[in-house]
């Protein structure tokens, strides 16, 4: 594998984000595009997209909740990528940009059989903020930077 990481900023960029969101998750979990696209994919909206070769094949995306706090989400490795360390660079990439805007903390709501991937991660678990989607329940979570 020969990974590029983007910082996709650009439409052609975010394009490669939506697809593999749509590989990624919504044709794997049965997830409609009114379901995985919401109103915080805008134009603020900040995506990480890492390349094998030109090929798209993990994301995630973030954008701000306050003057030091954003929302990382839609965090999604392909499935034929996944156990290769991809999620953790896609996360770790995101985090550099955030702290390089200036933010200071981010939330992300998990689902449950992923929290233990973000607790080694710095991610603090607050079971007391349980959220029960369409698909998947989930367990907000935290992190200082």
């Known amino acids: 594998m020969d990974i590029k990481v983007l910082r996709a900023t650009e439409l052609w960029q975010q ?3 939506f697809s593999v969101r749509i590989n990624g998750m919504g044709r794997q979990h049965h997830i409609s595009l009114r379901q995985e696209f919401d109103e915080h994919d805008g134009p603020d909206t900040k995506y990480i997209v890492l390349l094998d070769e ?15 706090m954003v929302m990382l989400g839609r965090v999604v490795v392909l499935p034929e990528y996944r156990g290769n360390g991809l999620g953790r660079l896609t996360i770790n990439e995101a985090q550099k ?14 689902r449950e059989n992923k929290v233990a991937f973000y607790e080694k991660m710095g991610y603090i678990a ?3 903020q349980k959220i029960h989607g369409d698909t998947f ?6 992190k200082e930077l």
């Not at 030109?54 to 030091?68: M, Q, S």
């Not at 940009?97 to 998990?110: A, M, P, Q, T």
């Not at 329940?137 to 935290?142: G, P, S, T, V, Y």
Request: aromatic share 14%; proline share 2%.
């Open 15 to 17: 394009a490669g984000a």
């Open 54 to 68: 030109e090929y798209p094949v993990a994301t995630c995306r973030f954008y701000e909740l306050n003057c030091d």
């Open 126 to 128: 607050d079971y007391s």
């Open 137 to 142: 329940d989930c367990i907000r979570m935290e």
């Open 97 to 110: 940009w955030i702290v390089e805007l200036g933010y200071s903390r981010i939330i992300l709501e998990s």
